[in-house]
């Protein structure tokens, strides 16, 4: 199998955790990419339209595990009821959001995107490239907010301009750490927050930047042997096999041996490693609680396009068939040992692990907008007001996150289904 180029990765971070702030065309792409994620799309020129407004969220991983996993049977894939302990229940009235404005002193260029990566802290990336054919008449500015977007502070970013290239990516990770990538040149890291940055040859990302790039921002990756993990269509890496690889340290020296092909791996919040693949016609899972020294196979579930879903605190974790073409949405919840059918979901649902038994996603026709809401002891709820919704995800720390249709993103803070909101335009 290809290692995965450097357009899918882009294409797939921009569809999983979608930017909380781009125009609407961004946005429709997104919601298209999102429902065929699963497709293993190669496209550069996808990479091209997407590249500057790649999202992101970060995860504080824990440390390493010394427990060694015992063996777990195979999950039998039943349908039950979930149980969430204090039912939530949706204020009647449509949410009420705060209004901020994206706005940095001294900037008159476009926002090309904003990327928070918690409630209260994110990223603001500007470009313009003014003469047509000429990467030197580009123009970039990044600011940052530690208070959700009340306020809004410049960085003292390089002039990514003079390498000549138009194609440049923000890879954040968390409030102090992002990474620029000016494709095929070099890579930009700052890790206090945009006051300082350090140049990285293109052939040696930085371990940072590496992170930013998977979903969530983890330790592990799946690379070929000899990618680096920025490889895009034209410089892709070949094998039959991806391996799993230790951000900084290369591959693990135990590798999974999970039959078919490797498709996923997600280090979770709790420091549990997932890994999936495609065996035919179903999705097989392992799991590693000791920092990948050994693996535990937990079975499979139906269908080829499904995705893991770790909560934000890792502990509720899901398999997740979001709605294709001609492909109605399906999910399996982590019960126990097994992974365990969900009744009622929606047809069209597209969405993810919000924590409690809870997934936060929208409902409607692929590329188009449509209901925002949270699922949750067998039915999904309506978010009231939010029937436009582009998309709706969740933030390392809970917070969800939902676009419009008018560029603008709402961010609702709390936990369950009752939040505070505020709106970044």
Same mark, same amino acid.
């Given at each position: 199998?290809a *290692?995965?180029?450097?357009g899918?990765?882009?294409?797939?971070?921009?569809? *999983?955790?979608?930017?909380?702030?781009r125009?609407?065309?961004?946005?429709?792409?997104?919601?298209?990419?999102?429902?065929?994620?699963r497709?293993?799309?190669a496209?550069?020129?996808?990479?091209?339209?997407?590249?500057?407004?790649?999202?992101v969220?970060?995860?504080?991983?824990?440390?390493?595990?010394?427990?060694?996993?015992?063996?777990?049977?195979?999950?039998?894939?039943?349908?039950?009821?979930?149980?969430?302990?204090?039912?939530?229940?949706?204020a009647?009235?449509?949410?009420?959001?705060?209004?901020?404005?994206?706005? #940095?002193?001294?900037?008159?260029i476009?926002?090309?995107?904003?990327?928070?990566?918690?409630?209260?802290?994110?990223?603001?990336y500007?470009?313009?490239?003014?003469?047509e054919?000429?990467?030197?008449?580009?123009?970039?500015?990044?600011g940052?907010?530690?208070d959700g977007?009340?306020?809004?502070?410049?960085a003292?970013l390089?002039?990514?301009?003079?390498d000549?290239?138009?194609?440049?990516?923000?890879?954040?990770?968390?409030?102090?750490?992002?990474?620029?990538?000016?494709?095929?040149?070099?890579?930009?890291?700052?890790?206090?927050?945009?006051?300082?940055?350090?140049?990285?040859?293109?052939t040696?990302?930085?371990?940072q930047a590496?992170?930013?790039?998977?979903?969530p921002?983890?330790?592990?990756r799946?690379?070929?042997?000899?990618a680096?993990?920025?490889?895009d269509?034209?410089?892709?890496?070949?094998?039959?096999?991806?391996?799993?690889?230790?951000?900084?340290?290369?591959?693990?020296?135990?590798?999974?041996? #999970?039959?078919?092909?490797?498709?996923?791996?997600r280090?979770?919040?709790?420091?549990?490693?997932w890994?999936?693949?495609?065996?035919?016609?179903?999705?097989?899972?392992? #799991?590693?609680?000791?920092?990948?020294?050994?693996?535990?196979?937990?079975?499979?579930?139906?269908?080829?396009?499904?995705?893991?879903?770790?909560?934000?605190?890792?502990?509720?974790?899901?398999?997740?068939?979001?709605?294709?073409?001609?492909?109605?949405?399906?999910a399996?919840?982590?019960t126990?040992t097994?992974f365990?059918?969900? +009744?009622?979901?929606?047809?069209?649902?597209?969405?993810?692990?919000?924590?409690?038994?809870?997934?936060?996603?929208?409902?409607?026709?692929?590329?188009?907008?449509?209901?925002?809401?949270?699922?949750?002891?067998?039915?999904?709820? +309506?978010?009231?007001?939010?029937?436009?919704?582009?998309?709706?995800g969740?933030?390392?720390?809970?917070?969800?996150?939902?676009?419009? +249709?008018?560029?603008s993103?709402?961010?609702?803070?709390?936990?369950?289904?009752?939040?505070?909101?505020?709106?970044?335009?």
């Open positions: 199998m *290692e995965t180029g450097l899918e990765r882009f294409a797939r971070f921009e569809a *999983e955790v979608p930017a909380t702030f125009p609407l065309p961004l946005a429709e792409v997104a919601a298209a990419a999102r429902r065929t994620r497709l293993r799309r496209l550069f020129a996808g990479m091209l339209a997407v590249l500057v407004g790649t999202p969220g970060a995860v504080a991983t824990a440390g390493g595990h010394d427990g060694r996993p015992s063996p777990l049977p195979r999950p039998v894939v039943e349908t039950v009821r979930p149980s969430v302990a204090g039912t939530p229940s949706v009647p009235g449509p949410i009420r959001p705060v209004e901020r404005r994206v706005a #940095l002193p001294g900037v008159d476009p926002v090309r995107s904003v990327q928070m990566v918690d409630a209260r802290h994110g990223w603001v500007y470009t313009s490239c003014p003469v054919n000429d990467p030197g008449s580009c123009r970039y500015a990044l940052s907010t530690s977007g009340v306020t809004w502070q410049r003292n390089p002039d990514l301009a003079a000549r290239q138009t194609v440049v990516g923000l890879f954040p990770v968390d409030a102090q750490t992002a990474s620029f990538y000016v494709l095929h040149k070099r890579f930009w890291l700052t890790t206090d927050g945009g006051r300082t940055f350090t140049s990285y040859p293109a040696a990302p930085p371990p590496q992170r930013a790039i998977t979903f921002p983890s330790g592990f799946l690379l070929c042997p000899g680096m993990g920025f490889e269509g034209a410089s892709g890496v070949e094998c039959d096999r991806e391996q799993v690889v230790r951000v900084g340290s290369g591959p693990i020296p135990n590798q999974p041996t #999970l039959p078919g092909r490797l498709v996923e791996v280090q979770a919040a709790d420091g549990r490693i890994l999936t693949s495609v065996d035919g016609d179903v999705t097989r899972v392992a #799991l590693s609680t000791d920092d990948g020294r050994e693996w535990t196979d937990l079975g499979s579930v139906p269908g080829p396009w499904t995705s893991l879903s770790p909560s934000p605190d890792g502990a509720d974790v899901w398999l997740i068939q979001n709605h294709l073409p001609n492909l109605p949405a399906a399996w919840r982590l126990g097994r365990v059918a969900q +009744p009622g979901i929606p047809y069209d649902f597209d969405g993810g692990a919000a924590g409690g038994g809870m997934l936060a996603g929208v409902t409607g026709d692929a590329g188009k907008a449509g209901q925002a809401g949270f699922w949750y002891s067998g039915a999904f709820h +309506p978010i009231p007001g939010l029937t436009t919704a582009s998309y709706l969740v933030l390392p720390d809970g917070s969800v996150f939902c676009g419009q +249709p008018d560029g993103t709402l961010v609702g803070t709390g936990t369950g289904v009752d939040r505070d909101w505020y709106r970044l335009s």
